[in-house]
């Protein structure tokens, strides 16, 4: 069965330090991925997809970037957090008829 | 550009009462919808989806969604609401650009089922 990993599960963070994010896949192969970040316990904002291993579309420009290194292995960076970057970010793929399954996300504090 | 609404933050209930959560959306084309449910600090679980079909779509956990297209809407019901059943609902619609499957969330609706 296809199964979705994030990690670390939270996060603390000083402003100004580096973001790596990691998100895996099991069960299927070359899957669409995305990354989202949901502010407040609210809306989700996608920030970047990507439809294959080096492949990735960027929604929103910010300080943040993706990476695809590998098939089923998604991953969220940043050189220098801000602020602004707090959130819970969740990683998802596509099942079948566009519906999408989501990770357990990654809550992130930046002080 | 497609996009769905959630007019209601929040959305209060007595447990036992039917409860619907309100959906409306803007596509150009035919919608793809779906619906999915987030518990506290946990990612987002999948609930029902209409892709074509019968206007009425039934899913996880005893809800379903009636589609409408002269209303543009897609609500999600439950004949009879549970305490278990208080999380954040979120309504989305698939973006067509083809190939990206992405998903165009709501601002989502707290729904909150008392004893």
């Known amino acids: 069965s296809q199964t979705i990993h994030q990690w670390p599960a939270t996060l603390v963070q000083p402003v100004g330090s580096p973001l790596s994010l990691e998100c895996t896949v099991e069960?299927?192969?070359?899957?669409?991925l995305y990354w989202y970040r949901q502010a407040a316990g609210r809306g989700l904002q996608l920030l970047f997809y990507?439809?294959?291993?080096?492949?990735i579309s960027s929604e929103v420009p910010q300080n943040l970037s993706a990476s695809r290194p590998q098939d089923r292995q998604f991953i969220l960076s940043s050189k220098k957090l801000l602020l602004s970057d707090s959130g819970f970010y969740l990683c998802?793929?596509?099942?079948?008829?566009?519906?999408?399954?989501f990770g357990p996300g990654t809550r992130l504090t930046v002080l | 550009a497609q996009s769905v609404a959630q007019p209601e933050d929040q959305v209060n209930v007595a447990e036992g009462n039917p409860l619907t959560v309100k959906c409306t959306y803007s596509?150009?084309?035919?919608?793809?919808l779906f619906w999915y449910v987030q518990y506290p600090n946990r990612g987002l679980q999948f609930l029902l989806k209409?892709?074509?079909?019968?206007?009425l779509v039934k899913g996880s956990y005893g809800f379903e969604a009636e589609f409408n297209k002269s209303q543009t809407s897609f609500h999600l019901k439950k004949p009879s609401a549970l305490v278990s059943d208080s999380a954040l609902y979120f309504c989305?619609?698939?973006?067509?650009?083809?190939?990206?499957?992405?998903?165009?969330f709501g601002t989502g609706t707290r729904l909150q089922v008392f004893p």
């Open positions: 990507s439809v294959g291993i080096g492949q």
């Open positions: 209409y892709i074509t079909g019968d206007n």
């Open positions: 998802a793929w596509r099942v079948t008829y566009n519906e999408q399954f």
């Open positions: 989305a619609v698939r973006e067509t650009e083809y190939g990206t499957d992405k998903l165009i």
């Open positions: 069960g299927t192969s070359n899957p669409n």
């Open positions: 596509v150009s084309g035919n919608p793809y």
